[in-house]
């Protein structure tokens, strides 16, 4: 009883957005309505633009196969960090998530402009780099202007600003496993391998499976990164993705019923891509 105040404000906060997104998507809703003008009630007429778009098919399979290599590329490289942080000294793994931390807390146009300047075909150090490993090509090339190396700066951005709460997420939960049982297990023989196949990884699979839920979500649903990055590209359309497509839609072509309709597919996507993440963390807490 003493926390259902909290809970109703949460569920008008979060629910009175949904329900508003959800109607605007069976209205014809533009700047005219903005101003006063009443809505009309098109029903699905909204979706049926939304689906018989090809320009949402193909910012939705950017979206989708994006998503799925960042959070994969994010979870696989934070457990293989987290791993690491438990080999060195102790002092050496605070200060390493001292630094990551920092960098964790950094803005997010603070860490595009610094990106930016990293491929910069003018004065960018991994087109420098690259040159003098001898990529030749790669000196003076602008990496925004081609939708693959496009997606791997944008890719190499969000992989490097998610890594972090992986590190510590995974980092805090091998730290609670018992040393006794990798002592036993490295006393039978085991080798790092194997104690991590057998003993690690089942015990920290209820973390990896929540951080892999909450990179799906971030990663599909992800916008200013890749908004920011099109300013400099020109290739806008070559580009989109689920975010900036619906954000050209709505606030730039001030179509908010077909931009609504767009978002509520946008979530259905993120329920079928999260579910099975879902379900198996129900099931990791009913099995406690």
């Known amino acids: 009883m003493l926390v259902l105040p909290a809970m109703a404000i949460v569920a008008v906060g979060l629910g009175y957005p949904l329900a508003r997104q959800v109607i605007m998507s069976f209205q014809r809703f533009g700047l005219a309505q903005q101003f006063g003008q009443a809505p009309e009630l098109v029903w699905l007429d909204n979706y049926a633009q939304v689906l018989g778009d090809p ?51 950094m803005p997010v146009l603070s860490s595009l402009q610094v990106f930016q300047l990293l491929f910069d075909p003018r004065s960018g150090v991994v087109g420098y780099v690259l040159g003098r490993l001898g990529a030749q090509g790669m000196v003076g090339y602008n990496w925004l202007s081609d939708p693959v190396t ?9 992989t490097w600003m998610s890594l972090p709460l992986v590190v510590f ?17 490295q006393l039978d023989g085991a080798d790092g391998r194997q104690r991590f196949v057998h003993i690690v990884a089942p015990s ?24 920011i990055l099109q300013q400099s590209s020109g290739i806008t359309d070559q580009t989109n993705v689920l975010g900036t497509f619906v954000y050209q839609i709505g606030l730039s072509g001030g179509n908010y019923g077909v931009a609504s309709a767009a978002a509520m597919v946008m979530l259905a996507v993120s329920l079928l891509l999260t579910w099975r993440y879902i379900r198996a963390l129900l099931t990791e807490g009913d099995g406690r």
């Open 169 to 185: 997420m995974v980092y805090a939960s091998v730290t609670q496993l018992d040393e006794s049982m990798m002592e036993a297990a």
């Open 150 to 158: 496009f997606f791997v700066v944008a890719g190499l951005l969000i």
């Open 55 to 105: 320009a949402f098919w193909a910012s939705l399979g950017r979206s989708v196969g994006f998503c799925l290599a960042c959070a994969a590329a994010t979870v696989v490289v934070g457990t293989a960090g987290a791993m690491l942080l438990t080999q060195v000294r102790r002092s050496i793994a605070v200060g390493v998530q001292i630094v990551m931390l920092v960098a964790w807390a």
């Open 204 to 227: 920290v699979a209820p973390v990896l499976l929540l951080v892999s839920l909450l990179q799906v979500i971030w990663d599909l649903r992800v916008f200013t990164q890749i908004h």
